[in-house]
């Protein structure tokens, strides 16, 4: 059998994490692969791993641990330089001529006055010449490509649902021509606007997931999240997530910081109350003070490693409330996101090219061109070439690390910005504990019998 | 050990071309499509943990989850 003439070497991204239960986890970083196993075969599966190429064949259960150990990529043959094929993929991803992404951002006019808003205050949207000339751009971009992926961002999206509407229908003509796959796409919304009659155009748009930002308890989150009038939005976010969950995928954020952690536990009891927690994913995120609109935020925004600890005492309290949806680890074997693809671009309604999402609400300076005949001038060039020429196995640390997988170097934008040339996930702080809670998610609903 | 989640196959892992992922989506495995290609954006950009929120988790065949 081939397992048995070839040599062996175990994996770089191995990681295993005891549990209370007399059992442990087995994680690949590379294979994202996750493997409970009893505490009494740990020091059988460490000796094949430390040991790959003894003679195990002659014991059948050392044979078969070998057997599952490689088939999760714990052990991987002798020869197999797993840095070296991650960076190939990496540059595949990145830079080949597979797939155009897009971020498209129909209006930068926004309802709502959030006090930690990271783009400056502008109502441009996108005019009809300006979406005909966008949709001859990316007619030309997608050229012997074969996918075209688009999510709607701001702004608030939903107040020019007819800019939507026009630019739906000329990527669908251009999809079609070009046989490209164009999947289902996704809306960045702050939900106030999107009742029923909303949800079902989205979906006849083809737009079948949007995310919904909701910040605490009504009273903090009004506080944070009003519109622009002062009036609360709460409730009718709410009402809208009722109303629209089972016709558009809906998933909530929660932005977290010191001025609203100690109000998450009333979202959740709200939350369930109403039938939604459970039904409707929600996931935390951190609020960064990483552009000039919201630069004097850093006193209340975590550290990374805060925030990743904060996380895993929060989604404890989800799983407790038998509520779920434990984050995983997702491959990046192909590169972070758009702000580090070539084949990526976020799009302002004036028409402006840019990398990160993050740097849309902020000025002309941020771009990298433009969707005109334009010849992009030496700063757009600088902007793209910060981006595209960054590149995480420069970095030894990045490069040495044992979750560089599922991490690709981290957002490109923090990146760029940190002094350290990176800047770590939160999985680079919390693994363990946030497998630990995954297994005990799985569990829970069944799925170790 | 007991796989509970399958992670990427050697097959699916070593293609580099994406091809693995694409009969997926042409499976329907999938509803979240977007997801199936590791091209993905909406899911990883800006916030990681949108990814994993989605559901599309612990198929063997790499990742993705018919249910969400």
Known sequence: MLLWVMKFKKSRYNHFIDLEDNTFLCYNALSNSLAVAAREDYNAIMSVLHNPNDDWGKDERMAKIKEDLFNGSFLQEEIFDEVAFLQMKNKIGRFGQSALSLTIAPTMACNFDCSYCFEKQDSTSMTDETAEALLHFISEKTKGLAQLSVTWFGGEPTLRLDIIEKLVAGLQKIAHERNLLFPPMGIITNGYLLDKTAAKKLKELNIQNAQITIDGAPKIHNMRRPLKNRQGTFERIIQNIIDCKDIIGIHIRVNIDKQNITHIDELLDILQEKGIAGKTPLYFSNVQANTAACADLSTVCFTNREHSALVVNLLKKLLDRGIGNITYPSPHHFGFCTADRYNGYVIAPNGNLFKCWCEIGSDSAQSVGSIGEHIPDALQINNLARYLNWDPFQNEECRACDILPVCSGGCPYNASQSASGKVCIDFRHNLKEMLALKHAEIKHKGGLL | ?68
């Open chain 2, 1 to 68: 050990m007991k796989y509970i989640i399958g992670g990427l196959s050697r097959a699916a892992l070593r293609d580099i071309t994406g091809g693995q992922l694409d009969k997926c989506a042409e499976l329907n495995k999938c509803d979240i499509q977007s997801c199936i290609d590791f091209n993905c954006i909406i899911h990883t950009n800006p916030c990681l943990a949108y990814c994993s929120q989605v559901g599309c988790r612990e198929l063997a065949c790499g990742n993705y989850s018919t249910t969400k």
